[in-house]
């Protein structure tokens, strides 16, 4: 079985510097993918970056970039240059590569971004 | 491609009445997901589909619940009879045929039973 550990309730950083939301997982896979979604207060999820348990390098997309550290099994979200728009719920989620992908989410973290 | 698609957006029912959600996944994903999103619990993957077969359906909460993909294109959760703890956001989701791909959500349908 697989779960993903999110403890962080909430979350406060000053517009336009860095943040890191955390993301540990406990898996027997082998080979696995971890993916991160954003929740704005609208309700939609919008997938922001993946990472595939394989992959050398940290996985980077815009402003988001992926701190995988596989041997503490921790795929942290950090968000560099905050804008007023990240404030939202982010949630991390991790599937097993195979026939069957379940794809299992965390509890999530809410991120507010101050002016 | 338009996206994920699901129906109603909102749905305001009566205890006991039958509820029915909808979705038509994106064409061409094989794998579609049911979530239920609630304060108190989070995200909870409910069942989940690969080539309209049921892979795992251990978090549907009870046999109130059931879901069927008779096609690539569309899918169904239905509660019945529905029970006001039943209120929450129910997310469809679907993505391709490996865990390397993003899986792509539809807007929700916001379930209030009363």
């Known amino acids: 079985a697989q779960k993903i550990t999110q403890t962080q309730p909430g979350m406060f950083v000053q517009e336009k510097e860095a943040v890191t939301l955390d993301c540990t997982y406990d898996?027997?896979?082998?080979?696995?993918?971890l993916f991160w979604y954003k929740q704005p207060s609208s309700g939609e999820m919008i997938f922001l970056i993946y990472q595939g348990s394989y992959d050398e390098q940290n996985a980077t997309e815009g402003r988001y970039s992926l701190n995988f550290q596989k041997a503490r099994k921790s795929a942290n979200l950090v968000i560099s240059a905050s804008q007023l728009g990240d404030s939202a719920m982010y949630f991390c989620?991790?599937?097993?590569?195979?026939?069957?992908?379940?794809?299992?989410f965390g509890k999530g973290i809410t991120l507010s971004v101050r002016p | 491609d338009a996206g994920v698609i699901q129906s109603p957006r909102h749905e305001v029912t009566e205890m006991g009445q039958e509820v029915t959600l909808r979705c038509k996944p994106i064409s061409g994903h094989d794998y579609l997901f049911w979530y239920r999103q609630t304060m108190m619990r989070g995200l909870e993957l409910l069942i989940y589909?690969?080539?309209?077969?049921?892979?795992?359906d251990s978090g549907m909460p009870e046999d109130r619940f059931s879901a069927k993909m008779p096609n690539a294109s569309f899918s169904t959760l239905k509660i019945q009879p529905s029970e006001p703890r039943d209120s929450a956001v129910y997310f469809c989701?679907?993505?391709?045929?490996?865990?390397?791909?993003?899986?792509?959500f539809g807007q929700g349908t916001r379930l209030t039973v009363v």
């Open positions: 898996t027997s896979d082998q080979s696995y993918g």
């Open positions: 989701a679907s993505s391709r045929s490996t865990a390397n791909t993003e899986a792509f």
């Open positions: 589909f690969n080539n309209n077969v049921p892979i795992d």
């Open positions: 989620a991790m599937s097993p590569t195979g026939a069957n992908s379940k794809l299992t």
